[in-house]
């Protein structure tokens, strides 16, 4: 009986926990925070919070980080304060729930671990999920990366076997030339983007809008032929290689040069910006309202 009752404590205590938890997490990560509450935790996104919100509850951030966004990351130097202490707060989920490893170096340095996690979290900062649960490990080379089935060496490489390759050197062109719309981190965690969506089942993690890809994507193949004739006055060749390409690609263009963007493709811009839940020429607060009507009205907002 004692057993009994002991278990039912501790279940009890289990749940008790797991509900503050998660009321914690959520009523700072989004505004809608019932709705999300309750779809989390009973719904298909169960697992995910238990493997994520409970291993990352208590990571605080370390004023390294801080330091290192305010001093070096546009992005996030630009935000309001409000929006900043949500930055942040993503940043760190992201950054404690990946493992950072070195390839032919000794260490991967905390600024490239910075940089990564920051672009990461930026590119998501529009959408409900933001940790990428897909993807626990990122290589880092010291400069392009062979053997990996291409005929050429390449800088960045995302698998669906739940890892990433990058070369530092590529991150640190990238980072350095901030507006010629190349950029490694942010391509590869476009790949990310897409694989954790549409890779596998549709409905297990909630990055993109179901509804909203569909017309990026209809968009995209149009575009995608204006390329192929040579007529493209934006995007490189190179998206037009495949969707995934034209998406990564589009992505890096999009948070690199917004204001060219806007002026020479304002749809498909505009498309971007609904799909990501973000318009980075707001600069201050660049979400938009999707997040808090995400569940309730996607087929609405899609029109
Ligand atoms: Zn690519």
């Given at each position: 009986m004692f057993f009994v009752y002991l278990i039912f404590c501790s279940l009890f205590l289990f749940g008790l926990v797991f509900i503050i938890t998660n009321a914690f997490i959520f009523n700072l990560s989004n505004d809608n925070f019932i709705h999300r509450f309750f779809k989390y935790n009973f719904g298909i996104g169960l697992y995910t919070q238990l493997t994520t919100s409970w291993l990352l509850f208590f990571r605080k951030i370390k004023p390294e980080e801080r330091d290192y966004l305010e001093r070096n990351f546009p992005y996030y130097i630009h935000l309001t304060k409000r929006k900043k202490k949500e930055f942040l707060f993503r940043f760190s989920k992201f950054i404690q729930s990946k493992d950072f490893i070195p390839v032919n170096m000794l260490y991967v340095p905390d600024s490239v671990k910075y940089y990564i996690s920051a672009t990461a979290t930026q590119i998501a900062f529009g959408l409900d999920s933001?940790?990428?649960?897909?993807?626990?490990?990122?290589?880092?080379?010291?400069?392009?990366?062979?053997?990996?089935?291409?005929?050429?060496?390449?800088?960045?490489?995302?698998?669906?076997?739940?890892?990433?390759?990058?070369?530092?050197?590529?991150?640190?062109?990238?980072?350095?030339?901030?507006?010629?719309?190349?950029?490694?981190?942010?391509?590869?965690?476009?790949?990310?983007?897409?694989?954790?969506?549409?890779?596998?089942?549709?409905?297990?993690?909630?990055?993109?809008?179901?509804?909203?890809?569909?017309?990026?994507?209809?968009?995209?193949?149009?575009k995608r032929e204006i390329i192929q004739h040579g007529l493209n006055e934006l995007l490189p060749e190179h998206a037009a290689y495949d969707l995934s390409e034209m998406f990564a690609v589009s992505l890096e263009n999009f948070f690199e040069r917004p204001e060219i963007f806007q002026q020479k493709l304002p749809k498909k811009y505009k498309a971007l910006c609904l799909l990501l839940g973000q318009n980075p020429l707001n600069k201050n607060n660049p979400l938009m309202d999707r997040r808090k009507f995400y569940y309730f009205a996607p087929r609405r907002r899609a029109t």
């Open positions: 933001f940790v990428y649960p897909t993807f626990s490990r990122i290589y880092v080379h010291p400069k392009s990366i062979d053997n990996t089935g291409f005929i050429f060496p390449v800088e960045g490489l995302t698998s669906m076997g739940g890892y990433v390759h990058f070369s530092m050197e590529a991150i640190e062109r990238g980072r350095s030339i901030a507006d010629d719309g190349e950029n490694v981190v942010v391509h590869e965690t476009a790949h990310m983007l897409q694989m954790e969506d549409f890779g596998g089942d549709m409905e297990e993690n909630d990055f993109l809008d179901e509804q909203l890809f569909r017309i990026w994507l209809k968009m995209a193949i149009k």
